[in-house]
Each structure stands twice: as C-alpha cells, then as structure tokens.
Nanobody, 124 residues
Framework: QVKLVESGGDSVTIGASLKLTCVVSGATFSPDYMGWFRQAPGGEREGVVGISPDGTATWYADSVNGRFIASRDNAKDSLFLEMNNLKPEDTGVYYC?????????????????WGQGTRVTVSS
C-alpha cells in the first residue's frame, strides 16, 4: 500500500514563500515520476509540476514556472515544492502523486497514488 502525506501548507500573504513536503511510504515505492497538483476552491485539480525519478527533469505549468521549484530526496522518499512570490491564484489544496502510468506528467490521470493534500491560502 503506497501512502503519500503532504505537509507545509499555510495561510500567507502575497509575495511570501512556502515549502511543501510529500513523504512516500509503502513497500512498492521506488523512484518513480512524481507530481504536484493543486485544486482551487470550486475548481478542478490541475498539474503544477512533474519530476523525473532521478530529479533531473521537471515540467512546470506556465502559471508557476519561474516561481516554484520542485525537488526530491529519494533517500528520504520525499518530494518538495518550494513556492516563491505567492499570488492569490496559488490558493488551493496541494496534492502530491506517484505511481506514474503516463502519458503526461501534468495530467491527473497519469498517476495512481495520491495524498490527502495540504492547504495553501494566499491573501492580502
């Protein structure tokens, strides 16, 4: 049973930074493509960033490119999302995902396993 647990969400003001963490556990875990997704209130879940198993390749949504940085520490079974210059439109519940089955890193349907999410609120 693969389990993902996100943490680090908070309520912050415009321009602030946050770092989210996702810890993966379960006997089947091995380095795999992973992704961060978010869901705004009343909106659909959307891809934020995908990252390759070794962390050398990333794919960002245009809305966060240049402000967010994804990284991973496979030795600690962890995925991170550093979020800078946060905007109100970044508000939402952030989810990490793994169990990649393709074909696109930013598609929700590309992942089998999901965490419960951590909430980020950006306001003035």
């Amino acid at each position: 049973q693969v389990k993902l647990v996100e943490s680090g969400g908070d309520s912050v003001t415009i321009g602030a930074s946050l770092k989210l963490t996702c810890v993966v556990s379960g006997a089947t875990f091995s380095p795999d493509y992973m992704g961060w997704f978010r869901q705004a209130p009343g909106g659909e879940r959307e891809g934020v960033v995908g990252i390759s198993p070794d962390g050398t390749a990333t794919w960002y949504a245009d809305s966060v490119n240049g402000r967010f940085i994804a990284s991973r520490d496979n030795a600690k079974d962890s995925l991170f999302l550093e979020m800078n210059n946060l905007k109100p439109e970044d508000t939402g519940v952030y989810y990490c995902a793994t169990g990649y089955r393709g074909p696109r890193a930013l598609r929700t349907s590309s992942y089998r396993y999901w965490g419960q999410g951590t909430r980020v609120t950006v306001s003035s």
